[in-house]
């Protein structure tokens, strides 16, 4: 029987681990930004999450409203811009118990944090709302949430 050297088992064993680490696949992304408003009014603190649809490829997007409603979507926190495609498109937009605003720094499983918007914006199986990013970039996305959906 023989024994295997410890030293070229530990060297086979961290090469093998190591395939694939550190070499993430990169996508093509195109800058995407727009407005989100609730009933007529911008709103700030929306968060957008961008869930990919059938064929894209990628991990989607995700962005918070400023005070005019703008944002500015990413796909991860150091790429600035989106895959170009078709997204289902979620916001929510957290407040503590009481509804006034989360201070910084503070964990939404803590602190027990409410959404404020209606819960078929939030939802991945209810959400009404999907976006096309085209490859050149959108014109510029605009969003319109109902505090009250489906009534008019």
Known sequence: MQIFNPL???VAILILASIGC????????VAAS?????DNKPIEGVSLTL??????????GYATSASDGTFTLQSAPEVMGVVPGNYMVLFRKYAMPDGSP??????????????QLPEIYS???KSPIYATIPATGPEGLSFELSSRPGKR
């Open 8 to 10: 070229v088992c530990s």
């Open 22 to 29: 550190g070499s993430s696949t990169t996508y093509d992304v």
């Open 34 to 38: 727009g407005t989100v408003m609730l």
């Open 51 to 60: 869930i990919p649809q059938a064929g894209i490829k990628g991990r989607g």
């Open 102 to 115: 989360v201070p910084p720094g503070t964990s939404a499983a803590d602190a027990d944090l409410i959404n």
């Open 123 to 125: 939802h991945p199986e």
